[in-house]
């Protein structure tokens, strides 16, 4: 038996256990994952407890930071991103920090039939969230990634750090009115039930296409705007979540699970 978890507080409602236990079932997998609260105050000394026995950990809210500081290996991905959202043991015993966040968004907007290479993506929000994809996301060749922020200077630090990587602009939200082909919601508003000041123009219809990387049981507050504003398709975070943790679940076992099925045990649940 191989013992996984969880860190995050609050933790309790995490999907994540579900989601690996689904996979390691599906794979035929001995493991063991496990929703671990950490002390807001004491995450390292959680994380050298669990890893006594632990093989691998994710981490989320609000540790990724601190984990990122903490791994003593990082993978490239990682070490753009700032952010850990998952520890490997390695057989030193020493922790590789990696972070899947970017993979799972990609690999969900490609399972989806989004084009992105060529494209001309919006990405709204300039946080942690925003950062942790970006080096994926340009790695899909698309035309231009521009970040769009209330706070346009850490919109335009995030593209000159990224800039190496791909075409990056960075505007505020009354600078943009042309149509793009894909936005994405990359802001913590969702959280709070909040709109971007979006112009009505942005999209093109039938064809832009929206996805906000927040989910809910029902439609987000960006996803009901992009469909009444005629947007093609507007997809939800619940796949990025699956993808994120399908990316970390072959990380540690060298088995890719099959998200699918597990996408749709999770949406029936919500
Ligand atoms: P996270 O780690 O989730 O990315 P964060 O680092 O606090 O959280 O970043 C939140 C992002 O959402 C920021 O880009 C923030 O914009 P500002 O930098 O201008 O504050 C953005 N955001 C939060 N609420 C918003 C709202 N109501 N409208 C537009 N952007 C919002």
């Not at 700032?82 to 590789?96: I, R």
């Not at 972070?99 to 992105?116: H, I, K, P, Y």
Request: aromatic share 8%; hydrophobic share 45%.
């Amino acid at each position: 038996m191989k013992y996984y978890g969880v860190f995050g507080n609050p933790i309790a409602h995490s999907k994540s256990p579900m989601i690996h236990r689904l996979f390691a079932e599906q794979t035929g997998q001995q493991i063991s994952y496990e929703a671990l609260l950490a002390p807001l105050d004491g995450f390292p000394a959680a994380v050298a407890e669990f890893f006594k026995i632990g093989s691998g950990a994710n981490i989320t809210v609000p540790f990724k930071e601190e984990a990122f500081a903490l791994a003593d290996q990082l993978s490239p991905r990682a070490q753009r991103a700032k952010a850990v959202n998952t520890f490997k043991k390695l057989s030193n015993g020493s922790l590789l920090g990696d972070n899947t966040d970017g993979a799972g968004l990609v690999n969900d907007l490609l399972n989806n039939q989004v084009l992105l290479a060529g494209q001309k993506i919006l990405v709204l929000g300039a946080g942690g969230a925003v950062r942790g994809v970006l080096e994926p996301l340009l790695a899909q060749a698309p035309a231009e990634v521009c970040i769009v922020n209330r706070t346009v200077e850490k919109a335009e630090q995030l593209a000159s750090e990224f800039a190496d990587l791909g075409a990056m602009t960075a505007c505020g939200y009354d600078w943009i009115d042309a149509p793009v082909d894909i936005i994405i919601n990359g802001t913590s508003a969702s959280l709070s039930g909040d709109l971007p000041p979006l112009a009505d123009t942005l999209i093109k219809a039938s064809h832009t296409v929206c996805y906000d990387m927040m989910y809910s049981k029902n439609t987000t507050v960006f996803n009901q705007w992009a469909q009444q504003q005629g947007a093609a398709r507007t997809l939800d975070g619940l796949g990025m979540l699956v993808e994120q943790a399908a990316e970390a679940f072959y990380l540690w076992t060298g088995v890719r699970p099959d998200p699918t099925p597990v996408l749709q045990a999770l949406r029936a649940q919500l």
